[in-house]
């Protein structure tokens, strides 16, 4: 037997009239006689009682109609699992980001889209933040964790995560420089300044340098919000740093959070893309478990 004998079967069990079962599986009616005689034989027993005008399941022919009626569903259960494993995406998405935002934001990300796309492969990739856009270029990754200058570059697509405050820091401990830091009088201008080499932090440190009139006494610059931190509490000099990385450190309590009059700006760190490359299906799909 095979599932068009089923269906037809079942058919027949509903309607219990040849002529209009033939008519709905576009049979002809000696054809359908001749299909319950084979399902019949197969089986050992008559499957119906026949009369002129209609027909009546026998025992055994309720017994089959409960068999037809769970091999199509199973049937049918097997062709929709197949058909949802065919659409599931395939293939790997590569994310970059700093190794605190691994550990801060990622997670729940990787958690979600994993669960709603189980057979796409994670390679997590981890650097400076200033490295993030020169990855996407590059075509190193697909997306980033990562925060844009003020003003987008229509090259980019951006996703908002969170708002990520930012720090002015120094030294908390019995040095020269950290007792400056603490003076309400304090001359900026005096102050070793530890600069950040590159990327949107570097924007907004010299955009705060710009709006306090500092003329900075560049000390050193370095690569890597951990790094800014470090030399901050190694008293290189003041810097810039957010909060999230200092919260993060292992030398926070080596940290003084300075209070200026006017604080930097905050940056928005966010899921980023290059804007063609956003209609791919699967950082298209990142991007949507993202919100």
């Not at 000099?237 to 209070?259: C, E, F, H, R, Y």
Request: with cysteine; aromatic share 6%; net charge neutral.
């Amino acid at each position: 037997m095979d599932l068009k004998e089923l269906k037809a079967f079942l058919h027949l069990c509903q309607s219990k009239h040849f002529a209009t079962t033939a008519e709905a599986m576009y049979l002809s009616p000696s054809t359908l006689s001749r299909l319950v005689q084979r399902l019949e034989v197969e089986i050992g027993e008559p499957l119906f009682i026949r009369d002129n005008r209609k027909v009546e399941l026998t025992q055994a022919g309720i017994k089959t109609r409960e068999f037809a009626a769970s091999t199509i569903t199973e049937w049918h259960n097997l062709q929709q699992d197949l058909k949802q494993k065919s659409e599931q995406l395939n293939g790997s998405l590569r994310i970059f980001c700093t190794v605190t935002a691994a550990y801060e934001f990622l997670p729940p990300l990787i958690e979600k889209f994993s669960a709603l796309h189980p057979s796409v492969d994670l390679k997590i990739i981890t650097g400076n933040a200033s490295k993030a856009l020169p990855s996407i270029d590059n075509n190193e990754v697909d997306v980033a964790i990562a925060s844009l200058n003020d003003v987008h570059s229509s090259k980019y697509f951006f996703q908002s995560l969170a708002e990520i405050s930012l720090k002015i820091i120094g030294p908390n401990d019995n040095s020269e420089l950290s007792l400056l830091c603490q003076n309400p009088q304090v001359n900026w201008n005096e102050l070793p300044v530890v600069m950040p080499e590159s990327g949107p932090i570097r924007h907004k440190f010299e955009k705060w340098l710009k709006s306090m009139s500092i003329k900075p006494n560049i000390y050193a610059s370095v690569a890597g919000h951990e790094a800014l931190v470090s030399m901050a509490a190694l008293g290189c000099g003041i810097t810039i740093a957010p909060q999230l990385v200092i919260d993060a450190s292992p030398v926070k309590n080596k940290i003084l959070i300075l209070k200026p009059n006017i604080n930097p700006e905050p940056f928005n760190l966010g899921i980023c893309c290059q804007s063609s490359k956003k209609a791919d299906p699967i950082v298209s799909a990142f991007i949507l478990s993202s919100q």
